[in-house]
């Protein structure tokens, strides 16, 4: 039966991500999306790949309806709270892809952002990536959708660190990402003159999905794993190309290392390895995956150095963000992981 969802912080790169996913799903009907800065603006004003699609406008927050079966939160970290507590009081199922209930730990939470503003919900949010938390999404009333560097670095890593391939400690994730992971409103980083042409490492420790990102590959370890993460902005609008870099055990082998990855991901329709030879695509990277659900995940073994390099690929507006929740969203409701998202991206693009 086709559920009626609606969008708050419709305006912003998620959003618009989320609205042209939602339009072309068969079970989803987009009922209302909110955005005060372009109230009573069409849709298709905003999001022109949308013209003929919806004859939607922006409503105000204020006017949020609450009688719906999915509320998506796409709103900035620390302006869910409200909005997850009003949903928890109704009936709808609430999937939000701020950062606001990704982290178990009030503290961590503290550490990384603020003092949490509803420390008792933080127990009910299930971690939002299907890959690792498939049968708890179902169940899920509230789902707190990851983060794109961190689904990036998961995806490759949690396999490894499952089958005991890789050393917990001194794991580097070092991340590619494009400008759209920083959100529609304006900032002198993202300023054309200052992005254009730049590859920036603006957070070489102590990035937020650190946080997420120990907790959720700690949990698979039984304990701590200690990650550094440092991403560059670099010139894409779309994509993330991460690799990561840990110590291995000298009797690992290529095969292990499928069987691990193949195992871990068996399944799980949009993650792919990609490790060939006799082609240009030897390894993952952004552009295969732009505009679609996928996560590409690679990997080579440096015997000589004692390291494996894991790599992976995501669109971080769609596996990092709005494609991730329709797939929690399909799990939550009971259909089909690929429903509305199986769909391959461009080539050449
Ligand atoms: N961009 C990515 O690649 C990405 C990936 C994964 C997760 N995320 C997370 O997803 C969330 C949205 O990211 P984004 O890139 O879409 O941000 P964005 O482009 O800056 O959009 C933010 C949206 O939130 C709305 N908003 C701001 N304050 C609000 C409030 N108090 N109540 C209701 N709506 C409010 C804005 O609406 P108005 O028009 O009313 O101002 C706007 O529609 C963030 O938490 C971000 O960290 C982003």
Redesign the pocket.
């Known amino acids: 039966m086709t559920k009626k969802i609606s969008i708050?912080?419709?305006?912003?790169?998620?959003?618009?991500?989320l609205i042209r996913w939602a339009l072309m799903h068969p079970e989803m009907e987009v009922v209302q999306v909110?955005?005060?800065?372009?109230?009573g603006q069409a849709v298709y004003k905003l999001n022109p790949n949308l013209r003929g699609f919806t004859q939607l406008a922006?409503s105000?927050?204020k006017e949020l309806k609450t009688d719906v079966d999915t509320v998506f939160?796409?709103?900035?970290?620390e302006?869910?709270v409200?909005?997850v507590k009003k949903f928890m009081e109704t009936g709808a199922k609430i999937i939000d892809?701020?950062?606001?209930f990704r982290l178990k730990d009030k503290n961590e939470y503290a550490k990384y952002y603020s003092e949490h503003q509803a420390p008792e919900l933080l127990g009910k949010a299930v971690y939002g990536i299907p890959e690792l938390h498939r049968e708890e999404i179902k169940k899920a009333k509230l789902v707190a959708?990851?983060?794109?560097l961190a689904?990036s670095v998961i995806l490759a890593t949690a396999p490894m660190i499952k089958s005991k391939l890789i050393s917990v400690s001194g794991i580097i994730a070092d991340a590619k990402i494009?400008s759209?992971?920083?959100?529609?409103?304006f900032d002198i980083s993202t300023h054309h003159p200052e992005r254009m042409g730049t590859v920036r490492s603006y957070k070489p420790k102590g990035h937020r999905h650190t946080a997420e990102i120990e907790q959720e590959l700690s949990a698979i370890n039984g304990s701590k794993v200690s990650v550094g993460l440092t991403p560059h902005g670099v010139e894409l609008i779309?994509g993330i190309s991460t690799a990561v870099y840990a110590g291995i055990s000298s009797d690992i082998t290529d095969i292990k290392v499928w069987k691990a990855y193949r195992s871990f991901f068996a399944d799980s329709p949009f993650v792919r390895l990609v490790k060939d030879q006799g082609t240009l695509y030897r390894y993952p990277e952004p552009k295969p995956v732009i505009g679609t659900n996928f996560a590409d995940i690679g990997f080579e073994i440096d015997q000589e150095k004692g390291r494996i390099i894991l790599m992976s690929a995501i669109d971080?507006?769609v596996k990092?963000?709005?494609g991730q929740a329709i797939q929690c969203f399909n799990l939550m409701n009971g259909f089909d992981e690929k429903t509305g998202l199986w769909y391959p991206g461009y080539h050449p693009i």
Do not use: I, M, Q, W
């Open positions: 708050v912080g419709a305006s912003g790169y998620t959003g618009g991500e909110t955005s005060d800065r372009f109230a922006f105000p927050v939160l796409c709103t900035p970290h302006k869910a409200p909005y892809l701020s950062a606001d959708c990851a983060g794109c689904t494009g759209s992971a920083g959100g529609a409103a779309r971080n507006l990092g963000s709005g």
